[in-house]
């Protein structure tokens, strides 16, 4: 395949839970070998959207394809070649850390098995903790135990469910470069977070989601440029937090020198953005 070339797409995917539209009209595509971030607050609709693209959930109405299989009528040969790591850590507990791994290996038919399974644990730091059940596992380990098992059976794509919330930076940081290299042997990595951070350092490109509908899709730094370069912060006599976003820096130094105290100059991020289109915060 050509490197630009659409692994995923979806065209007016659509579905409701309760009478509320938990995913609204979403069309997009995602290109082999990307990054691609959904980025919005905890109930944008998100997680369905994973859902939906990984065969869990069944869509409304519109079209899903994922590496060529429509997920509604070829859902076996979209699992064929994906690897998942949902928001809940799905291990299990009473088994050791290579137990883990080990079984999903064997469901999988991995070969070398041994190999592969010490391969991956190496990779995520937790080869020395191997023999260790999993219900002893801090947050972060269970976190790199979920994520070793979802790339064991080497899948062309890997969806990531809010993969670092609860981390500390540390562990957030080496899992940040897991990623990174798995896009550098050649998968596509799609991930949802409501961590403004994440989206920027790890995404070639950014969907921005607002309760189940897409409101801004492109790079992070183009998505950015739309809002100006530079955001002036302060808080205000009754004590709310004023932003004045500005074009550039020499604006923002000229906003700022007419305010006398409590005032910040620092550069625009994606939350900036959503505020802007939304008139909300990403909590």
């Known amino acids: ?14 579905k409701t839970y309760d009478g509320v539209r938990a995913v609204d009209g979403v069309t997009l595509s ?34 899903c394809t994922v590496g060529g299989f429509d997920v ?8 064929g070649i994906i690897g998942v790591v949902p928001q809940e850590n799905n291990l299990e507990p009473e088994l050791t850390a290579y137990e883990n791994l080990l079984i999903y290996g064997l469901l999988h038919k991995v070969t070398p098995l041994g190999e592969t399974v010490r391969g991956h644990l190496e990779m995520v730091d937790l080869w020395e903790r191997r023999d260790q059940v999993v219900s002893q596992f801090s947050g972060g380990m269970k976190r790199r135990l979920v994520l070793a098992r979802a790339l064991l059976a080497d899948p062309a794509i890997l969806f990531l469910d809010e993969p670092s919330t609860g981390l500390d930076p540390q562990i957030r940081r080496h899992l940040w ?26 995404c070639d490109r950014v969907g921005i989601i ?56 620092r550069k625009t991020n994606l939350e900036d953005v959503f505020i802007k289109l939304t008139g909300e915060r990403i909590e």
Not at 1 to 14: G, S, Y
Not at 34 to 46: D, R, S, T, V, Y
């Open 1 to 14: 395949m050509p490197p630009d070339e659409t692994i995923i797409a979806l065209r007016d995917l659509t």
């Open 30 to 63: 995602i290109k082999k070998g990307e990054i691609f971030g959904l980025l919005g607050p905890n109930g944008a609709g998100k997680t369905t959207t994973i859902k939906i693209m990984t065969t869990l959930s069944r869509p409304d109405g519109g079209v």
């Open 72 to 79: 509604t009528k070829e859902p076996r040969g979209v699992r």
């Open 177 to 202: 470069d897991i990623v990174r290299k798995t896009q550098k042997e050649g998968r596509t990595v799609i991930l949802t977070t409501h961590y403004i951070e994440e989206a920027e350092a790890l």
């Open 210 to 265: 607002s309760h189940g509908r897409l409101i801004a899709l492109d790079t992070p730094g183009c998505l950015k440029d739309t809002v100006g370069g530079y955001v002036v912060e302060y808080i205000d006599a009754e004590g709310r937090l004023v932003q004045h976003l500005c074009r550039d820096r020499a604006e923002a130094h000229e906003i700022a020198g007419g305010i006398r105290e409590n005032v910040t100059i």
